[in-house]
């Protein structure tokens, strides 16, 4: 693999380790880019470092380029210039090891969902045709569709279809198990499911590379985020340390806010503000219950007190100055 | 390190183990390593491919062409028209004195089959081939399919190659749900008995089951040579209709080609120009020369609208 030098104004958070050893890393890419005929660029000089064992969010807005990256590290779609590297391995014998959902489930409708199942691994030039119907039947089973295998697929609803495609994912063995958007269209519910069978798949050692729009689902199932916009990385890392770049406030609710802000003031904690019967300031360290005490020493009337972590949405706000696209 | 020692620091792991929040990236790993339920992969070794792969996909990939109702319907509607062809001679050569074709194919039960390959090659046999080679790739990507395909991963030449070889076999099965029927209806309508060529000469009814043999395997090229022009234009869309009615289109500008005399210069070179030279087998001896300059004509459409499809499929960005 070639070496990279980090250029100038490279992405903030943990910078992809250039000279790191290559077993550490699922996925690398060093100025991935595409450039669509049109002239539009999906995807610009990216460079991406999933370590291994890893939950990877793989963040940003509709539209910023998740897919297409995706896309390329399945061998879909031809990058315009830089390259990338699956499992360390070349594409061909990385990708019987990486399950995937790109862009939602697809299948043939008039076929059942355990027939589709066995379409997609004979198309897996390593899969044992003799173990097939055991592995489909424990892809169904941890997916929780073992009861309608039999059903044609046209019938299944939007979470059926969802799951399935998950359960195509895990067909094999898997190193890497790359999910665009897992969660699309499923309900409270179905959103859950798939969370813990997420964490659960993780768990078993497999890296998991997810895209979302949705923050605060990476923000729950994630070890570490990268966030994309317009195509160009943003920032990336653990979830901590992308968070590491923000403060962490402590916000007192009380109708004596005059005087709460005069206390917090006077125990040093930076940046007081009030609003209404609310008062917040920088925690720097402090433990709250010591702020707790000072307040109620100097008797004020403290009806909340909580301590205030940025979310990845503060994240990418302070980053590119605008809003995530929450409406997605 | 003894076997209970190692059960007894597992317990001990698990039980400072925290479950709230986010679970660090080293406890993870860790997890990993104290014996995942489900063993990861073994890395390292790139895993082997399994010798009879190219033949499952291609299981596969017959079991969904000819379980689907729509191509079955289709075998099945070619498989009428001899049927209707025999019983309208029938009637017709119970009317006395008609003589000639009818006359020919009234006398003998083989020689239905050639009447209704003659019927069907030109246009309706093509069609139907053109319906499921054009579908093969743009179907798939029309549905999305496609991408689960590549990713799994099939391959892409490896996944055309399957493709093309599941199309000449649907090729000869529409070959055969016209001459099968033809052949039964023949003898069921028909005498049977020796055969009267064309050129006159009289053949046995072994020797002219044979030639019926020759017939369909010609037919059966021809139909491969068009399945491959079907398949390339199959790489250029995402719409299988429109994969499909380019390559009808094409068969009938060529018929109109055809019947352009001052055109007959490019007549050999377009492919139903050669469709119809399986009646070969009805001359004696055989005029293998017009026949082997068929077959040379639909080798060179494979390996034309082959190499095309290839290098379009090879190198196509699949967005759908």
């Known amino acids: 693999m070639t070496a990279v030098t980090q250029e100038a104004g490279a992405p903030f958070g943990a910078a992809p380790p250039p000279g790191a050893d290559p077993g550490e890393s699922a996925i690398v890419t060093h100025g991935l880019t595409k450039r669509f005929r049109?002239?539009?660029?999906?995807?610009?000089?990216?460079?991406?470092?999933?370590?291994?064992?890893?939950?990877?969010?793989?963040?940003?807005?509709?539209?910023?380029?998740?897919?297409?990256?995706i896309r390329m590290l399945l061998g879909l779609v031809a990058p315009t210039a830089g390259?990338?590297?699956?499992?360390?391995?070349?594409?061909?014998?990385?990708?019987?090891?990486?399950?995937?959902?790109?862009?939602?489930?697809?299948?043939?409708?008039?076929?059942?969902?355990?027939?589709n199942l066995r379409r997609f691994d004979?198309?897996?030039?390593?899969?044992?045709?003799?173990?097939?119907?055991?592995?489909?039947?424990?892809?169904?089973?941890?997916?929780?569709?073992?009861?309608?295998?039999?059903?044609?697929?046209?019938?299944?609803?939007?979470?059926?279809?969802?799951?399935?495609?998950?359960?195509?994912?895990?067909?094999?063995?898997?190193?890497?198990l790359i999910l665009d958007e897992p969660t699309n269209g499923l309900d409270p519910q179905g959103t859950r499911e798939v969370r813990s069978l997420v964490k659960e798949i993780a768990a078993d050692g497999t890296t998991v590379f997810v895209s979302s729009h949705l923050l605060a689902e990476v923000e729950q199932m994630c070890t570490h985020a990268a966030i994309m916009r317009t195509g160009r990385l943003v920032a990336q890392?653990?979830?901590?340390?992308?968070?590491?770049?923000?403060?962490?406030?402590?916000?007192?609710?009380?109708?004596?806010?005059?005087?709460?802000?005069?206390?917090?003031?006077?125990?040093?904690?930076?940046?007081?503000r009030r609003s209404g019967a609310e008062v917040t300031a920088e925690l720097d360290g402090r433990v709250p219950e010591q702020i707790n005490a000072a307040l109620v020493g100097e008797g004020v009337a403290v009806r909340g007190l909580a301590v205030v972590r940025p979310s990845l949405e503060d994240v990418f706000v302070g980053l590119t100055g605008e809003g995530f696209d929450v409406g997605g | 390190m003894s076997a209970a020692e190692t059960?007894?620091?597992?317990?001990?792991?698990?039980?400072?183990?925290?479950?709230?929040?986010?679970?660090?990236?080293?406890?993870?790993?860790?997890?990993a390593e104290r014996g995942p339920r489900q063993p990861a992969a073994d890395p390292g070794t790139p895993p082997a491919r399994m010798p009879w792969s190219f033949w499952r996909l291609l299981g596969s990939e017959l079991g969904l062409t000819f379980r689907r109702p729509r191509n079955l319907l289709m075998l099945a509607a070619l498989g009428v028209v001899p049927i209707v062809i025999g019983v309208a001679l029938r009637v017709v050569a119970a009317e006395d004195g008609m003589g000639g074709i009818i006359e020919d194919v009234a006398g003998n039960s083989l020689m239905l089959t050639f009447v209704s390959f003659s019927f069907l090659v030109l246009l309706f046999m093509p069609v139907v081939v053109s319906v499921v080679a054009g579908d093969s790739i743009a179907g798939e990507a029309g549905a999305g399919t496609l991408r689960y395909l590549l990713a799994a991963p099939s391959g892409r030449t490896r996944l055309l190659a399957v493709k093309y070889?599941?199309?000449?076999?649907?090729?000869?099965?529409?070959?055969?749900?016209?001459?099968?029927?033809?052949?039964?209806?023949?003898?069921?309508?028909?005498?049977?008995?020796?055969?009267?060529?064309?050129?006159?000469?009289t053949i046995s009814m072994g020797d002219g089951l044979l030639r019926i043999v020759i017939a369909v395997g010609y037919v059966g090229a021809g139909m491969a040579a068009l399945a491959a022009v079907a398949l390339a234009m199959s790489t250029f869309t995402e719409v299988s209709i429109g994969a499909i009615a380019a390559t009808i289109v094409l068969i009938i500008v060529c018929q109109v080609l055809r019947a352009i005399p001052e055109l007959g210069s490019i007549t050999p070179y377009l492919l139903p120009t050669r469709f119809t030279n399986f009646d070969a087998v009805l001359r004696s001896p055989i005029d293998t020369?017009?026949?082997?300059?068929?077959?040379?004509?639909?080798?060179?459409?494979?390996?034309?609208?082959g190499s095309i499809a290839w290098a379009r499929f090879s190198g196509k960005d699949i967005t759908s």
């Open chain 1, 38 to 69: 049109g002239g539009q660029v999906a995807v610009d000089a990216l460079d991406l470092a999933v370590p291994r064992g890893s939950v990877f969010g793989f963040l940003g807005p509709n539209g910023s380029g998740k897919t297409t990256t």
């Open chain 1, 83 to 115: 390259d990338y590297s699956v499992l360390d391995l070349p594409l061909a014998q990385a990708l019987p090891r990486v399950g995937a959902v790109v862009e939602g489930p697809a299948f043939y409708p008039y076929l059942s969902g355990e027939a």
């Open chain 1, 122 to 176: 004979a198309a897996d030039p390593t899969a044992r045709g003799g173990t097939a119907a055991r592995r489909i039947a424990e892809a169904l089973e941890r997916v929780g569709l073992s009861a309608a295998a039999g059903k044609r697929y046209r019938n299944y609803s939007l979470g059926m279809r969802q799951r399935l495609a998950i359960a195509a994912a895990l067909l094999g063995p898997r190193e890497l």
């Open chain 1, 237 to 272: 890392g653990t979830i901590a340390s992308l968070r590491s770049g923000l403060v962490v406030r402590v916000r007192v609710e009380t109708p004596d806010a005059a005087d709460a802000a005069r206390v917090l003031g006077t125990l040093g904690l930076p940046d007081v």
């Open chain 2, 7 to 31: 059960a007894a620091e597992t317990a001990a792991e698990t039980a400072t183990r925290r479950t709230p929040g986010l679970v660090p990236v080293g406890e993870t790993l860790r997890s």
């Open chain 2, 165 to 201: 070889v599941n199309a000449v076999v649907f090729a000869y099965a529409v070959t055969a749900a016209v001459a099968l029927p033809a052949l039964a209806t023949g003898l069921v309508l028909f005498p049977a008995g020796d055969v009267t060529l064309l050129s006159g000469t």
């Open chain 2, 289 to 305: 020369a017009a026949m082997g300059e068929g077959l040379l004509a639909f080798g060179a459409y494979i390996l034309l609208f």
